[in-house]
């Protein structure tokens, strides 16, 4: 196993829309991780739940979640007012715990994240994984087994949203628009004293979009 992959070892799952369940992937006498396993799960038994969860495990995205979002993960006719998801993962060489525990009265979601030093509120996973792990991106992996067959249609785009994900290429259309908002904003104050400037900013931003024009067609040709 290479030493920048990312494994799970465990999935823990208590007072939630699905029995609950304790999944173990790794060889409790050697602790090695296995290379490949199946989780079979019948219509009804908590799919759907676990892949919500286990997606926002990796994004952080329950932090935004709404009431009902939350509520709606309740485990029926439960009195408990609480539930909890709980992955523990392997990076490289250390281990990571991500806590996701959902609270229904109140509707609210929060993260618990142990790396080592105990646990420590918030959602916290190592600098290297936070900047990949967005929404989009996690959903390109963590998907319902229904979508596999679209990852390799040339009539569907996950493959390009993938890479797209991947490489953050989103960023240089976001950092084109700001920088489109910014030069507008300054043309319209401008006086004579900084039109000069103003003037040579103009050409600079030109220039990168140029470079984003190359950058995009290669891209394109990359995808043919």
């Not at 991780?33 to 799960?41: E, G, K, Q, R, T």
């Amino acid at each position: 196993m290479s030493s920048h992959e990312l494994r799970i070892c465990k999935i823990v799952s208590e007072g939630l829309r699905c029995p609950d369940y304790e999944l173990v992937f790794e060889n409790k006498t050697t602790n090695d991780i296995h290379p490949v396993s199946l989780v079979m799960m019948p219509n009804g038994t908590g799919k759907t739940t676990t892949l919500t969860c286990l997606r926002a495990i990796f994004s952080g995205e329950a932090e935004q979640w709404g009431e009902s979002e939350v509520r709606s993960l309740k485990k029926a006719k439960s009195a408990s007012n609480t539930g909890q998801f709980q992955v523990d993962l392997k990076y490289r060489t250390k281990r990571i715990t991500v806590q996701l525990k959902l609270n229904f009265f109140d509707g609210t979601a929060e993260y618990w994240t142990n790396r080592g030093n105990g646990p420590q509120r918030g959602h916290e996973l190592p600098r290297t994984l936070n900047g990949l792990m967005t929404k989009e991106f996690v959903r390109l992996f963590v998907f319902d087994g229904e979508e596999s067959d679209k990852l390799l249609n040339s009539q569907h785009t996950k493959a390009n949203q993938a890479v797209e994900a991947l490489f953050k290429l989103n960023n240089f259309k976001n950092i084109e628009s700001a920088a489109d908002e910014f030069f507008e904003a300054e043309t319209k104050n401008a006086t004579a004293k900084t039109a000069k400037g103003i003037k040579t900013r103009t050409k600079t931003l030109n220039q990168y979009k140029k470079t984003l024009a190359k950058l995009e067609a290669k891209i394109g040709r990359a995808h043919v």
